[in-house]
Nanobody, 121 residues
């Protein structure tokens, strides 16, 4: 029905930048909130950033001032611009979306497959 595909991960040195993308495809009426999560080995998955349908944003304290979430509603795509990366940002990054297949049919918890971000010291 709906597929989320992340891209843009990779290996970067401390202080570097990466831009993640997550494109949603399928039978989509609209998308409400979109989020980025991350999970490092041995850790629980944590919420990194949220953007609502009207582009209000919220960030985890650990990434405020360094990461920027944005979206292109015409492309059903969410982005995460990550600057001043630190080794502790190393994780698999997942996008999550609340998708409306129709005004009455909602998929509240759609996930992508994840993309690896590795920051070397």
């Amino acid at each position: 029905q709906v597929q989320l595909v992340e891209s843009g991960g990779g290996l970067v040195q401390t202080g570097g930048s990466l831009r993640l993308s997550c494109a949603a495809s399928g039978t989509i009426f609209s998308i409400n909130a979109m989020r980025w999560y991350r999970q490092a080995p041995g850790n629980q998955r944590e919420l990194v950033a949220t953007i609502t349908s009207n582009s209000s944003t919220n960030y985890a304290d650990s990434v405020k001032g360094r990461f920027t979430i944005s979206r292109d509603n015409a492309k059903n795509t969410v982005y995460l611009q990550m600057n001043s990366l630190k080794p502790e940002d190393t994780a698999v990054y997942y996008c999550n979306a609340y998708v409306l297949l129709s005004p009455r049919v909602h998929l509240s918890d759609c996930w992508g497959q994840g993309t690896q971000v590795t920051v070397s010291s």
